[in-house]
């Protein structure tokens, strides 16, 4: 009998036909929100496999109320899988995957995108043209910040980290710091590690944050790194939401402590606090990180491999 695959959200046609002639005995979810908590047992219950994505909750207290599931992975479809916990999902017997780089040099272009926002002023033009409101060019209109020669900082020097400082250095020759917990013996590009967070984010003009999600990274851009920052400095987010504590980055905004933010992702997604959407010098984007279709499709495509590997019994090439 064919494996029974739950597809959790609408994927691209190419990767749920991919699914299909793998062998699966596919059941695609049609609707855009995450897994309910029932449908999160339910999934457990009824399926082999499951090819969750960011929002679907699959926690402890889950594994809990699900103690013998009949599902045996997890093809988390995303490099990022904070809303898993894999420890628990371990203990019930479930391999979780990932899919690391298919998404990085989207996400990257991405960090790219907001810097040039943020420190251009790029949206905030585009409302007051969009509104009526352009009286013509003038030699002191919208001033912003130059890119090019700074100095930018990145919080986490892995994949995504790499790509963005050598986007950075190659377009516009800035000079790379980063912080990491682990030793970088090769980042790439000519790029400096720094001792510690705070002292990363009083020496550049502007902080990329690039660290995985989970406990460990929670509310690591705190009111004392935020209090740290340069007065002209901007912060760019393409990691997780729950990174940045979201009410200290309202406060320092609210007393003119940093230059501006470029945001793709949210605490609590799809949430955006109404004081964060009324400043002209933050930048929001709708997570659109890797949210072009041939990145989704190869993310797709990386999650059925690991499907298929898992169930011709070797190892996955992603696992977590």
Known sequence: MSPRLLITRPLPDRVVAAARAAGFDVALREVTSPLTRAELADSLRAHDAVLPTLGDAYDAALFAAVPQPRARILANFGVGYNHIDVAAARAAGLVVTNTPGAVTDATADIALTLMLMSARRAAEGERLVRAGRWEGWHPTQMLGMHLTGKTLGIVGMGRIGRAIARRAQAGFGMRVLYVNRSDVPDPGVPAERVADLATLMGAV????????????????????????????????????????????????????????????????EPHVPERLRAFDNVVLLPHLGTAALEVREAMGMMAVDNLRAFFAGEPPPNTV
Do not use: F, K
């Open 205 to 268: 003009d502007v902080v990329a944050v690039a660290v995985p999600g989970g406990a460990a990274t929670r509310h690591l851009i705190d009111a004392a790194a935020l209090g740290a920052m340069q007065p002209h400095a901007h912060l760019v987010n393409i990691s997780r939401g729950d990174v940045i504590d979201e009410a200290a980055l309202i406060a320092a905004l609210e007393a003119g402590r940093i230059g501006g933010a470029g945001l793709d992702v949210y605490e609590h």
